[in-house]
């Protein structure tokens, strides 16, 4: 199984910034894609951003110019840089990869989340 950690969140004030970082280990894994999600308490989980193997990314149109996905395929990481963070952002925030993994001689789908880290947007 393809283990994701991630760090980064905290509690920031409206317009600050944090970066947060998600990374996966394990073995005979390749990642296809990469995404942040987020759930405030009371709403469904939401996609924020995503980002595939070849570089292109998407984003929720309520971070879109303030949140950055980007990856590092050598060390099987995802961050999530977001700036000018309103009170609206609070959320718990967790990491999704999906790849395929070998497991005995077999090649196989895997979908793998974070345990969640918490962003606190203060006013």
């Known amino acids: 199984q393809v283990q994701l950690v991630e760090s980064g969140g905290g509690l920031v004030q409206v317009g600050g910034s944090l970066r947060l970082s998600c990374a996966a280990s394990?073995?005979?894994?390749?990642?296809?894609?990469m995404a942040w999600y987020r759930q405030a308490p009371g709403k469904q989980r939401e996609l924020v951003a995503a980002i595939v193997r070849g570089g292109s990314t998407n984003y929720a149109d309520s971070v879109k110019g303030r949140f950055t996905i980007s990856r590092d395929n050598a060390k099987n990481t995802v961050y999530l840089q977001m700036n000018s963070l309103k009170s609206e952002d609070t959320a718990v925030y967790y990491c999704?990869?999906?790849?395929?993994?070998?497991?005995?001689?077999?090649?196989?789908?895997?979908?793998?989340w974070g345990q969640g880290t918490q962003v606190t947007v203060s006013s």
């Open positions: 394990g073995s005979g894994f390749s990642i296809n894609a």
């Open positions: 999704n990869v999906d790849g395929d993994q070998t497991i005995a001689t077999s090649r196989q789908g895997f979908s793998s």
